[in-house]
Antibody
Framework: EVQLVESGGGLVKPGGSLTLSCAAS????????MSWVRQAPGMGLEWVGR??????????EYAAPVKGRFTISRDDSKNTLYLQINSLKVEDTAVYYC????????????WGQGALVTVSS | DIQMTQSPSSVSASVGDRVTIICRAS??????LGWYQQKPGKAPKLLIY???SLQSGVPSRFSGSGSGTDFTLTISRLQPEDFATYYC?????????FGGGTKVEIK
């Protein structure tokens, strides 16, 4: 059974930093492309970024609002995906989901339960 | 960026009704479109990919159609567990973008 479990969310002050983790199990993690998607309270879904698997040349893509502040990385030896978030803004407040990327296109097949990040002074 | 526009934003329907949700892309995306279902407090679930391919395990009452800029998600006979919010998503180009969502409510 595929499982994605996010951790590391919490309350952070504007300008602060945070790293989210996503522990994956039930599939061959190193071969699977992964993405982060976020959802602000009461709002819709917003793609954050994507990282390719071990066999790919180019690795990451980011949405414009987070480029330069967010970094997606992975540790295939630990089956874990990371999202490092710097220079946090109030508008980054959201539930952050890690997802697997389908090999039929950039569709999000499996999702974690989400980690809430609240940015407030 | 490709803008995705869903309509209606909400729909009231009864169990057994046929429900159709429309998604329009600001430019042609071929069939690079997916549909997701999200229930309150839960992660979204992939229903349809490639505009019309049913994700494994998804009931056959869900169907998708369209190509280019206009797409539809149809629920043929609404069941109690189908009351949720539905999102379309384009995967033609970065940034990947979602529609604003359509909430299917109980009439």
């Amino acid at each position: 059974e595929v499982q994605l479990v996010e951790s590391g969310g919490g309350l952070v002050k504007p300008g602060g930093s945070l790293t989210l983790s996503c522990a994956a199990s039930g599939f061959s993690f190193s071969n699977v492309w992964m993405s982060w998607v976020r959802q602000a309270p009461g709002m819709g879904l917003e793609w954050v970024g994507r990282i390719k698997g071990i066999s790919a040349v180019e690795t990451t893509e980011y949405a414009a609002p987070v480029k330069g502040r967010f970094t997606i990385s992975r540790d295939d030896s630990k089956n874990t995906l990371y999202l490092q978030i710097n220079s946090l803004k109030v508008e980054d407040t959201a539930v952050y989901y890690c997802t697997t990327v389908s090999n039929s296109g950039e569709f999000f097949k499996y999702w974690g339960q989400g980690a809430l990040v609240t940015v407030s002074s | 960026d490709i803008q995705m526009t869903q309509s209606p934003s909400s729909v009231s329907a009864s169990v057994g009704d046929r429900v159709t949700i429309i998604c329009r892309a600001s430019q042609g995306i071929s069939t690079w479109l997916g549909w997701y279902q999200q229930k309150p407090g839960k992660a979204p679930k992939l229903l349809i990919y490639g505009a019309s391919s049913l994700q494994s395990g998804v009931p056959s009452r869900f169907s998708g159609s369209g190509s280019g800029t206009d797409f539809t998600l149809t629920i043929s006979r609404l069941q109690p567990e189908d009351f949720a919010t539905y999102y379309c998503q384009q995967t033609k180009s970065f940034p990947l973008t979602f529609g604003g969502g359509t909430k299917v409510e109980i009439k």
